[in-house]
């Protein structure tokens, strides 16, 4: 594991006995009230036990209880502060925060000031922890702007400080392992990003933390649960990979640290962040699916490198079975039918290994030709990046177009789509907008294979929410 350097040295007690202080308990239970008082864009009005109450009254109330929790949670920083010397300015201002929404009469919180101090990219040493407090939402957690703190240890293995040092830098990124947290994220959950915080403009960030330990467990618990469903018979290495939480959680980092970047690397025809636009929802699982397969690419370079390490190579090979059953297994059956795009990705390379002829459903039984699995999936990767060249040149209709035969001549669209008769069926002269409109919910549904898996599989993801490692 990488050192950490002395002069932020923060393991000064036990990860449990940080857990237990009474100041990070006194803390988390005042967050939680607050998220008791607050509406969804984080701000309190009156609350709705004092609806007999003058409206006058009710709000001195609510407000005043409010008061209360945040004394609470600034006393609390103060105390706990100690143990976090390189976030001292971030804590500072978290605190003048707090004040200025006490003294603003809990309005919409803005807290600009102390997510613009807190730099967590600027400390990846394994094992530095940091408390982060904030009114949020969480993705995949909660919708609601609520003030959520939790407590996490970074993530940085020797073997990942030095890919990132190389080839495949990624300033951004910070892995991150939880050590408590508060309801917003007892949930799906797994990402810390900036643009989630409550505030009044939203500059340019430097980082974004995934949490690693997290989409380890909740991998080694649905990928075991799949493999006993299919009786796949499995590599050495993948019992390993599925035993082991700390090979598990490097893995992840190192499939995430090569997909994150690759949003932003690449021929692409259209902005890679794609939120800021209106775009048919597979489009989103293509783009996902682009960057998995990136990942996927160059771990299979990294592993043929006869000049690598043999531990570089041995994660490179992890990498790739991570990447096939997620994809394969959890992210098919994750979350409803309702535009799912992370499902279609996940069924499309399922399909296209099937249909390649690595990929087999015989006897009621699952078997891989992994020898051949490399290539296969790389193939899928070079046919998404041919899409996104060829796009460079198209019309954004194009392009829709153009991949939704990509995505149909791999998944069977359902048999009401307007998209599967083509373009004289669709409104190709109107507002983008009207295209997006046409597609059914459940664009390509699931498979009579998935359909038998999701009976047996649903009950394992669903007890994978708020999974902790």
Known sequence: ????????????????????????????????????????NGSIPEAASDAGKSKSAALASAHTAAAVHVATICSSIEQLAPHFPHDASYLAAVIADFGRWVDGGFGEPDFLASILEFAPAAHRADGIRHLVIFPMYTQNGSTNR???????????????????AGDYSNKMLVPLRFLDFTAGYDTNSAVLFPESVAMSSVPSFTWGALFQDREAARFRKVTRAAIEITGLAMPAEVEELLTDQTLAEEAFIMWDLIHDRTHMSGDLPFDPFMIKQRMPFFLYGLEELRCDLTAF?????????????????????????????????????????????????????????????????????????????PDVVVSLGDAIDELYWRSIDRPKISHWLAAYELVAGTLT????????????????????????DQLLDDEFPLSM??????????????STVGIRA
Do not use: C
């Open 146 to 164: 609520f003030v959520e703190a939790v407590l996490v240890e970074v993530l940085w293995p020797e073997f990942i400080a030095e890919l990132e």
């Open 413 to 436: 669209p359902h048999p009401a789509s307007v998209w599967a008769k083509g373009a004289d069926a669709l409104p190709v002269t109107g507002a983008p907008g009207e295209l997006t």
């Open 297 to 373: 690419r160059e771990s299979v370079k990294i592993e043929r490198d006869g000049e690598t390490s043999p531990e570089m190579r041995r994660h490179a090979r992890l990498v790739q079975y991570a990447v096939i059953f997620d994809r394969i297994f959890r992210f098919s059956m994750t979350g409803s039918r309702v535009r799912n795009y992370d499902a279609v990705a996940g069924q499309m390379l399922f399909a296209w290994m099937h249909q390649h002829g690595v990929l087999h459903w015989t006897d009621n039984k699952l078997s891989i030709d992994w020898a051949e699995v």
């Open 449 to 462: 294979f998935y359909e038998a898996l999701e009976r047996k599989i649903s009950p394992v993801i669903e």
């Open 1 to 40: 594991m990488a050192s950490v350097d002395p002069t932020l040295t923060t393991i000064d007690v036990p990860s449990a006995d940080l857990v237990a202080e009474p100041a990070w308990i006194a803390l988390k239970a005042a967050a939680t009230a607050l998220q008791g008082l607050q509406i969804k």
